[in-house]
């Protein structure tokens, strides 16, 4: 079973970058697709980026396309969600998500296993 936190939140101004980092244990994520999902306050929790295990693919919701980008280290076991030009609207706890041998959905039930979260912050 696959252990996942997060780390590399914090408070930034808009239009800072933020990486945030995703470390996986008892398991490899050569055999995951690898997710990043986020929930701001009063919201429900919503896909930001996924990678499929293979690591050939990647999708992202539209609001962050091209200011995000998710990869995988497999060598280092490590997910990553590098985060650019941030807006006040990114604000959020994001989750790292985990799917055996997946294709990378946007569904938060096609995934098993989570990490407990990281703040990002993004002051206007």
């Known amino acids: 079973q696959v252990r996942l936190v997060e780390s590399g939140g914090g408070l930034v101004q808009a239009g800072g970058s933020l990486r945030l980092s995703c470390a996986a244990s008892?398991?490899?994520?050569?055999?995951?697709?690898m997710a990043w999902f986020r929930q701001a306050p009063g919201k429900e929790r919503e896909f930001v980026a996924a990678i499929n295990w293979s690591g050939s693919s990647t999708d992202y919701v539209e609001s962050v396309e091209g200011r995000f980008t998710i990869s995988k280290d497999n060598a280092k076991n490590l997910v990553y969600l590098q985060m650019n030009s941030l807006k006040p609207e990114d604000t959020a706890v994001y989750y790292c998500?985990?799917?055996?041998?997946?294709?990378?959905?946007?569904?938060?039930?096609?995934?098993?296993?989570w990490g407990p979260g990281t703040q990002v912050t993004v002051s206007s």
């Open positions: 998500a985990a799917q055996v041998l997946g294709g990378g959905s946007r569904t938060d039930s096609a995934y098993s296993f």
């Open positions: 008892g398991g490899a994520v050569t055999f995951y697709a």
